[in-house]
């Protein structure tokens, strides 16, 4: 098993800049491929971006790349996502999740989810 926990939402207006922390307990956070996806009120569940295990591969949505950037720190067992240039379209709930192996931008193929943490952009 491997617990998620999110933090750093928030409210911020248009323009600002959040980072997301999510710290992961139970199993060994090395050997998990890590995710970020969001979910707004009345859509579904959408990829953000997902890192390897061992950091060196990263995939993006479109609509995130060179506004968003995730990383990890293994010794932390925490993996981290910076939003630059946040819109408002980019409110939702945002959630960590972990796959044993290879990165994937499908939310099924995560096993481990954390609860989610509240982004809200005003304009």
């Known amino acids: 098993q491997v617990q998620l926990v999110e933090s750093g939402g928030g409210l911020v207006q248009a323009g600002d800049s959040l980072r997301l922390s999510c710290a992961a307990s139970g199993r060994t956070f090395s050997n998990y491929a890590m995710g970020w996806f969001r979910q707004a009120p009345g859509k579904d569940r959408e990829f953000v971006a997902a890192i390897s295990w061992s950091d060196d591969v990263t995939r993006y949505a479109d609509s995130m790349k060179g506004r968003f950037t995730i990383s990890r720190d293994n010794a932390k067992n925490t993996v981290y996502m910076l939003m630059n240039s946040l819109k408002p379209e980019d409110t939702a709930v945002y959630h960590c999740?972990?796959?044993?192996?290879?990165?994937?931008?499908?939310?099924?193929?995560?096993?481990?989810w954390g609860q989610g943490t509240q982004v809200t952009v005003s304009s």
């Open positions: 999740a972990a796959r044993p192996g290879i990165i994937a931008s499908t939310w099924s193929l995560y096993a481990y």
